[in-house]
């Protein structure tokens, strides 16, 4: 593909970056500049409203969501520009965190499989990000096995048609600050167990649903555990038909490894910059050998998830919906994030064990790698996403799956009580 902008794009990047210069919140843009993978780095004010303020900004300018349909809250404008857009917003994407679960995940789900009334109701508001939303998808017991769930949703016996849903989930990054969420249950136990489960969506102030953020290894509280207790929710809640959650989970998890994949920041640039600052026997790190060496590699791999995500972009452009491929870029980006983090407190020497206010580039490297291993399990673990290239994309022979056919009830759970 031709990577330089057409007459269009380039008029539309100038208009992108007029109004970015006009509005963006520049008072911001020292903390923002030492913002890591999951923080804004946002302290100078409350950091959630100050994301709210910014997306609330680009709605009203039509600059938000900018591939979604205009009825829906967004600008209807193509994948191209949506990446142009994300070029000349920069450091200021850092205040997009919030909203990248409802965007780039949530959001895409409604607009597949809810009715039009609840478009209508749903989406503006997420788009303008008045609303927030979260994917409650993973459980305790399941591990990577998303089919593997045991959240229990049951008629309620009033004849009222609603559902009644027990149990809990773990890892649901932004529940805490959620408005609405997905939530992915298991309503037949008597068949296996990926055509036992339904999708729903439910306001997170329902009666009987409890968040308790999780303390993370970097001082933040991004996850957080979710329980469901006697929580009633309404059958016109229910995106697809009853048993057809898997199909609607698919649909979440496509676009969450799209929009990780080309969307998450590896931190290479600020690597090389460091480099250039730090010093390797009193000399600038990057004029060692065996430093350039370690840049180049992760020069490379920059590069390859760069037009791997343009390769994406572009099959969205034709009109094709999200692959398997998309989890080559997740599955190389979590990794590279990781390597990277520990390469820079490597050259740090002893001043890597040390975060705090003195540490260098501000303790960003000592915070990317607490965090960076969860990039390698949220989205689908490393594991599971070499399954899905392997089968899917290269064609290789599928894993053994000795309970594929077993009805979910009849599955063996190491001593616990079956469902």
């Not at 609840?118 to 459980?139: D, T, V």
């Not at 309404?234 to 676009?255: E, H």
């Amino acid at each position: 593909m031709d990577f330089d902008d057409t007459p269009e794009e380039a008029t539309f990047r100038a208009q992108a970056r007029a109004f970015i210069d006009a509005h963006a919140p520049k008072h911001l843009a020292p903390e923002l500049k030492r913002a890591s993978f999951g923080s804004s780095a946002v302290q100078s004010e409350d950091p959630l409203q100050a994301s709210k303020a910014w997306q609330k900004k680009k709605a009203e300018a039509g600059w938000a969501c900018l591939h979604w349909p205009k009825e829906y809250g967004g600008a209807g404008r193509s994948p191209i520009e949506r990446v142009i857009w994300g070029q000349e917003e920069g450091i200021y994407s850092a205040l997009s965190g919030p909203f990248v679960i409802g965007h780039g995940m949530c959001g895409p789900t409604v607009m597949a499989w809810a009715g039009e009334d609840q478009k209508q109701r749903l989406l503006p508001p997420l788009a303008s990000g008045e609303e927030i939303w979260c994917q409650l998808f993973s459980e305790p017991a399941g591990g990577s096995d998303l089919a593997g769930l045991r959240t229990r949703a049951v008629r309620a016996e009033d004849g009222s048609g609603d559902w009644i849903v027990n149990g809990q989930k773990i890892w649901t990054s932004g529940a805490q600050h959620s408005d609405w969420g997905l939530l992915i249950t298991r309503t037949a136990p008597d068949v296996p167990k990926h055509k036992g489960l339904t999708m729903f969506f439910l306001s997170m102030r329902t009666s009987g649903v409890e968040v308790r953020p999780i303390k993370q290894a970097n001082g933040q509280s991004g996850f957080n555990e979710v329980y469901f207790k006697d929580v009633r929710i309404p059958d016109a809640q229910r995106l697809g038909a009853v048993g057809q959650g898997w199909q609607v989970s698919l649909t979440t998890l496509m676009n969450e490894r799209l929009s990780i994949g080309t969307g998450m920041s590896t931190y290479f640039p600020e690597l090389f910059r460091f480099c250039l600052e730090a010093e390797v026997d009193g000399e600038p790190a990057a004029n060692d050998a065996a430093v350039r060496s370690r840049l180049a590699q992760f020069a490379v791999r920059q590069s390859g998830l760069k037009y791997t995500g343009m390769r994406a972009i572009t099959a969205l452009s034709k009109g094709q919906t999200p692959g398997p491929e998309s989890s080559i870029g997740k599955l190389v980006a979590g990794a590279t994030m990781q390597e990277l983090a520990m390469f820079a407190l490597d050259l740090q020497g002893q001043a890597g064990v040390v975060w705090d206010e003195t540490s260098p580039q501000d303790g960003r490297f000592q915070s990317l790698l607490m965090r960076s291993p969860a990039t390698r399990i949220e989205g689908g673990s490393d594991e599971i996403l070499r399954n899905i290239i392997g089968e899917r994309v290269l064609g290789l022979p599928g894993d053994i799956r000795v309970d594929k056919d077993v009805p979910f009830k009849d599955i063996p759970t190491s001593g616990r009580a079956k469902s």
